[in-house]
């Protein structure tokens, strides 16, 4: 890229994120004149909702705008397609039309183009139109995780005994598959991941609830710790990484089995876990630098606090490298370029084949 394609790139990222500050700003005005304009002329949905759902609907249009305005930011259109398709099953489940989610949209695109400047509303109305013309595009169930694959039976039985809240019986299921020689990693990769995969799927469709959900992330957590024998036995090979959910992210799992991917690999490595604030964060890679951070973050609206961190490890902590990982970012494959991170992976394993070119390459130049 020539100095003036990335002049011009700078000023558009410039403009992308003064147009989804003052979106933020606006958030909580144009979600209730969305929401009160849209009571008003539906006295329909008084009687299937009253203030329970008028309070709701607030609620849902604040989403809307926090996951828009992290869209306009980034200059990605795909996280507010993504969005929109994943709501529109959401409601689909709790027997809300699709054409309410499309009409609640359209009123808060209106309140953008009147409370904004024209300046900052026209990336969030070209994000809106482009969203609301793929809705319905898409199916209603994505299918099945568990359909295919490496270790399909083994993966299938598992969640069998977790929806059944058998532990136990999963317990059983993955120690006597290690025992008869599979590889932790074949565990983690082809059975937890993709069950977690699935079970978030069943929630989603309405298959299953909320409690079961938790109970199944929770039983493989503990599962995981029976498996830590295996995972702790590698030779050290004199590299350390730190691996933290960003501030208000409370989904831990994905980036836990990526530090005991590269515990198997021999490195070091401090799994901080859920919501770690930012300032405690770069206090701790300050005082004891690590090679590598591994950042997680699996609600889109959290992206901005990820790029947030970046900008301060790159200032405080100029020698540690950065891996971004979780949903946002495998919905835009390029998203972690446009927040200065060193790489991302879709799963354990290409992080770690990532980890090694990084620090390959850094060896080679030195």
Known sequence: MSQSDNDVDRKAGEAARAAA?????????????AVGREFRERPDLWGRYGQAGRDRCLEDAGRHLDYLSTAVAKRSQSLFDDYIQWAA?????????????????????DQIEEQLSAESAAAPLRIINAALAQLGSNPNDPGSFL?????SSLARDYLGALLEQDRAAATALILDAVDNGVHVRDIYLHVF?????EVGRLWQTGKIGVAEEH??????????????PHVFSARPNGRRMVAACVGGDLHEIGLRMLADFFEMEGWDTAFIGASTPSSSLIKTLVANPPDLLAVSATMTFNVSTVAELIQAVRREAPGVRILVGGYPF?????????IDADGTAIDAQQALELARTLFEDAANVN
Do not use: F, K
């Open 21 to 33: 500050a003052e979106l933020r700003r606006a958030r909580s005005a144009i979600a209730e004149a």
């Open 89 to 109: 099953i959401l409601l689909g489940r709790l027997d809300i039309p699709e054409d309410d989610l499309r009409r609640n949209v359209l009123v808060i695109r």
């Open 147 to 151: 359909a295919e694959g490496p270790h």
């Open 193 to 197: 991941q993709r069950v977690q995969y």
């Open 215 to 228: 109970y199944c992330t929770a039983a493989t957590q503990v599962i995981m710790a029976r498996l830590y």
């Open 330 to 338: 495998h919905v835009e494959t390029e998203l972690w370029r446009r």
